[in-house]
């Protein structure tokens, strides 16, 4: 799940992360407000869930409060399009308004989970305020990391280790240190996949202050924290995928292709993606409805399926070990039952209970594309797809 920044601000400077003075509006005439109320020039950010904000127009100076509501007037309600938004943009709903900070230095600090090493893994980098994947290609010695053992949590010789590599050495070599903590605190607190500063400045009169901030949570440990839970904002996500979730699908992404597909495994799930690029089509979504026994589920994979505009075929892929295959079978009769589905569905089934799932749909009474293989069944989804 991911967070607005001014949330995941807010969420570091509970555990010690130094941030610019500053607070969330909604209206032209609250950012009025708060410029006011600082005293200084301050800088109007619009809250959207992704980056490259400044170059599509969503980032502008004010050095007055009537220029503050100005610039809020201007981003709030604005289609924000961005290189990670895509061409559709996103609606801006609210603006961060906080001081405006004169930077000396910009630097990279950021802790993500190494699944490689099952470890938390610490980055700093002198070369801030740019993508750390465009700096890990183009310049990889200025990436200093830490593994981070969980059972004994960051240590201080690990953080004056990457301070001294990021130059921040001096009187910043304290603040440094005690700021990596905070951020690593806040990251294993929170069950955090990700907690970025970038960038990271050192400002004209000395200070460390997390200028901008991200920070991503692991969605399996939501359960946890009721309080990180509520502060998710659905308007951010895609509707589609919002909808799976209320539908009791958690493992759905919508893609941009126009095969709709319903697996069980997310093993399984990918190969069938594979299997539908490698005939010439494009797969529209990742859908594991999971391995259950619950013909629910597969009635709701065919809503979230049917309200998508852009599906032209539905593939099911199911190999049953301890999902039966006959319950899916009469998933897929409920579904024709219950509502229009309008595209052709290609159904390949296989394993436990086979033979009766394949009486049920030999009854079913509505066509059905059938097929053996995966090969076959992606073959057929791409030629019923158009």
Known sequence: MKVHEYQAKQIMSEFGVPIPQGRVASTSQEARQIAQELGVPVVVKAQIHAGGRGKGGGIKLADTPAQAEEAARQIIGMRLVTHQTGPEGRIVKRVLVEEQVQAQRELYLGVIVDSGRAQPLMMASEAGGVDIEEVAAQSPEKIHKAYVDPAVGFQPYQGRQLAFASGLDGDLLRPAVQLMSGLYRAFAAKDCSLAEIN??????????????????????????????????????????????????????????????????????????????KLAGGEPANFLDIGTVNDVSRVVNAFKLLTADPSVKAILINIFGG???????????????????????????LAGTNVAEGERILSQAGFPLIRAVGLGEAARKAVEAAG
Do not use: S
Not at 215 to 233: E, G, K, Q, T
């Open 199 to 276: 960038p990271l400045v050192v400002t004209a009169d000395g200070r460390l202050l997390a200028l901008d901030a991200k920070i991503n949570f692991d969605d399996n440990a939501l359960f946890r924290h009721p309080d990180v839970a509520d502060l998710r904002d659905p308007d951010e996500e895609d509707p589609l995928e919002v909808q799976a979730q209320e539908l009791g699908i958690n493992n759905y992404v919508k893609l941009t292709g126009n095969i709709g597909c319903v697996v069980n495994g997310a093993g399984l799930a990918m190969a069938t993606m594979d299997a539908i």
């Open 322 to 348: 301890m999902a039966r295959v006959d319950v899916i079978a009469q998933g897929v009769v409920d579904a024709h039952q219950q509502m229009k589905v309008g595209v052709p569905v290609v159904v390949r």
